[in-house]
């Protein structure tokens, strides 16, 4: 599991849920088989995640997230074929 931290006011924040299956878009280790599996700067509100929702290594891709008030909200993905 994961969790994101505001280190400016030290909010802990869960990772997003897939609407489907209601478990984590983050589950380690099997969604970050691809690098880097990470994207984001410190000045910007979108997370670029390189993952696989399924443990079966589908819809596996650039799954593009903006923070918000109530957490990390999916707003656009890019799947391999």
Not at 2 to 23: F, Y
Not at 50 to 73: P, Q, T, W
């Amino acid at each position: 599991m994961a969790a994101i931290v505001d280190l400016k006011n030290g909010r802990v924040v869960p990772p997003p849920l897939h609407p489907l299956s209601r478990r984590s878009y983050f589950q380690v280790p099997w969604a970050f088989p691809m690098t880097p599996p990470l994207a984001y700067r410190l000045n910007s509100r979108l997370l670029v995640a390189n993952i696989c929702e399924y443990r079966s290594a589908h819809n596996c891709g650039a799954h593009y997230f903006v923070m918000g008030d109530d957490g990390l909200k999916l707003v656009f993905r890019v799947l391999e074929k």
